[in-house]
C-alpha cells in the first residue's frame, strides 16, 4: 500500500510525479512513526530503508534513483543523472538536488522548514529545494531557479511550496524576524508582530523570492499545511525536538 501523499495541481497537471510525503504509511516505531526517511536521529536504519523504498515505489522510480543530500542550511546543487550511488549522494553536503535525466527523483527533507519543487515543462527538469530559515536567508529559492535554468536555460519554470512551519507557530526573536523580514521584497509585511513575539511567514517570503527569481507568481502554487500544528501527519521539530523523523518532498524529471 502507498503511502498517502500531498501534491500540487499544477506538477501533476504538466506530468510531474512528484510528492509532500506525509509520516502516514511507514514502518518505523515511535517516536519516528512512521514514514522517517532518517536514520540520523535514532531509527533503525533497516526500518529507514523501508520507508524510502516505499517512497521511491510511490513516485514510480526504483529506489536506488531516488536522491537526496545531507542537508545544511545552505545553497549548494548536485546535479543528478542517475548513474550516481544513492548512499554516496546522501553522504554529500547540499540543500538542493537538480536533473533532466528522465526518471530521477529529485528530493529533500525536512521537519519544518520548507521544500520547494520546481519544475520545466520545456525539458522536463526538475529541481528540490530545502529552505529553512537560514537558508530562506541565503536564498535558497533563488539559487533553485538558477539549478533549474543551469539545466534549461529556456525553462517554463512551475513551483510549488510544500507543508513547513506556517506563520501560527513560526515564533521567532527580533533579531531573526528582522533578518527574515530583510531577505525579500516584502520586508515587514511578512512578519506577524501582534502577538508577544515576532510571527514570520515564511511561505509568502519564499514566494517573494521565486517571482523575484522571474517565477510567475501565477506558476507557483501553495500546497498547504502547518507541520507544527498537525501532528497526525506531519514531523515537526519545533514541536518534538532532535527526536524528530524527517518527511521526504520529491519530484522526479519528466
Known sequence: MSPPVVRAHLLSAEGFRHAFFTRIGGI???????????????????AVRENIRRCAAALGVPMERLYFLSQVHGTDALVLDGTEDRED???????????????????????????????????????????????????????????????????????????????????VGDDVASTLASCSSLGEASIDRSHDKPHVDLRRIVRAQLESAGVDGALIEDVHGCTVCDAERFFSYRRDGARSGRLLSAIVAR
Do not use: Q
Not at 518505523?28 to 536504519?45: K, Q, R
Open 89 to 171: 549522494v546522501v553522504r554529500k553536503v547540499g540543500d538542493i538536488t537538480a536533473s533532466r535525466v528522465s526518471g530521477v527523483a529529485c528530493g529533500v527533507r525536512s521537519a519544518d522548514c520548507t521544500p520547494v519543487l520546481l519544475a520545466d515543462r520545456r525539458s522536463g527538469a526538475v529541481v528540490a529545494v530545502h529552505s529553512g530559515w537560514r537558508g530562506t536567508v541565503a536564498n535558497a529559492a533563488a539559487a533553485g531557479v538558477d539549478a533549474l535554468r543551469a539545466l534549461a536555460p529556456d525553462a517554463s519554470i512551475i513551483a510549488a511550496i510544500g507543508p513547513h512551519i506556517e506563520r501560527c507557530c513560526f515564533e
Open 28 to 46: 518505523s516505531g515511535p517516536p519516528w512513526d512512521s514514514l522517517n526517511i532518517a536514520s540520523s536521529t535514532g531509527d533503525d536504519p533497516d
